[in-house]
C-alpha cells in the first residue's frame, strides 16, 4: 500500500494547537527521515539485540513520534520491531514533500470535511493551515468556556479598518483628517480587539503613532495577504492623498465667517465682506465713483489751451 499523505496531514493537524505552514510540514518529514536512521548507528558493530536498554527506548521513540509506543505496536513484547505496522503511514515516505503536493493533500482533506458536513473545517489562513470549529457550533463552544457572545464592530469602527488596512501605516490624524470625524473610539476598539496594532511612530512634528493590521484581520476578513483585499476606487492610495492634501490646505475660518465680532485693528476677510450687485447702463456710469482716483490724490493739471480754474477771493467782509 502506497504512502497516504493525507492521513498523516490529518494526523499533524489535530495534534497541533497552532497553524502548520509549509514549512513545518517538510521539517516534520526531515525529521522522520533523520531519526529513523538513527537505530542503523546504534546498531552498528553488532546486533540489534546487543543495543543497550537506553539505546532502545531512544530507537523506539525516534521511530514512533506518538506518546505509548507499546501500544501502537512499535515495540512487541519487549523486543524492538524495525519494521513499521501500518505501511500506509511509514513505508515508502518521501524524502521531501514539495508545496504542491502539500496544497492538493490539504485541498482534498478541505473538500472531504465539507462533503461529510463535519464539526471540522480546514481553512487556509495567513498563518497558515488549521483546523477549527464549524461556526453553526459557536453557541456551544461559548457555552462550555463560559464566553460572552461576540460583540459586533459598529460602522465607525468598520470604516476606521478599512481606511487602515488600505492606507498603513497610518496616523490617527490622517483618520481623522479622511473620515471627517474623531477616530479614537474606533482605534481604541480596534486595538482591543487585536484588529489593528502600534507599528512605529511616523517621521512628523511630535512623532504621532502608526497604525497597520494584524494576522487576525486577515482572518476576520478571510484572506491571507494584503494583496488579496479588493480593489477599491474610494479607498486606493491616489484617492486618499488627494483628500489629505485638500484638508491640509483648507484656510482656517475667521471670526467674521463665524458670525463673532471682529477684535481691534482686524481686517475683515474677503470672505466676509458683503457682495453687492453691479449695474451696467448709464445710470451705473453716474452712480458710480471713478474707482482710479483715489480720494486723497491731487488735482489733474490743467491741459494746454484751458484757462485754469480761478480760486475764490476773499470777501471784504472776511478781510
Partial sequence: ?????????????????????????????????????????????????????????????????????????????????LTPEDPELYSEVPAFITSTQIREAMDALAAELRAANDIYLLI?????????????????????????????????????????????????????????????????????????????????????????????FLEFVGVKSLVELPASDVLSPRQIDEWLNHTANVPAPSDAEMGLPLEDGEAPSPLSEPVTLEHTGPAAELAAPDASVPDNAAPDAPSEGSEPTPKPQPSADNA
Fill in 1 to 81: 500500500m502506497a504512502f497516504n499523505l493525507k492521513f498523516v496531514l490529518k494526523a499533524l493537524l489535530f495534534s497541533s494547537n497552532q497553524p502548520l505552514t509549509m514549512k513545518d510540514i517538510q521539517a516534520v518529514f526531515t525529521r522522520f527521515h533523520e531519526r529513523a536512521q538513527a537505530p542503523a548507528s546504534l546498531a552498528e558493530g553488532g546486533d540489534a539485540a546487543e543495543v543497550s536498554a537506553d539505546d532502545a527506548d531512544v530507537a523506539a521513540a525516534a521511530l514512533n513520534p506518538f506518546e505509548g509506543a507499546a501500544e501502537a505496536g512499535i515495540v512487541e513484547g519487549g523486543a524492538l520491531s
Fill in 124 to 216: 487556509d489562513g495567513a498563518s497558515g493551515y488549521r483546523l477549527v470549529t464549524h461556526p453553526r457550533f459557536a453557541r456551544w463552544i461559548r457555552i462550555l468556556r463560559d464566553e460572552p457572545p461576540p460583540v459586533k464592530l459598529s460602522q465607525s469602527a468598520l470604516e476606521t479598518l478599512a481606511v487602515v488596512a488600505y492606507r498603513q501605516p497610518v496616523t490617527r490624524s490622517e483618520l481623522e483628517s479622511i473620515r471627517g470625524v474623531s477616530a479614537e473610539a474606533g482605534v481604541n476598539r480596534l486595538l482591543e480587539r487585536e484588529m489593528i496594532y502600534v507599528v512605529g511612530r511616523a517621521d512628523l512634528p511630535g512623532r504621532p503613532l502608526q497604525y497597520g493590521t494584524t494576522d487576525r
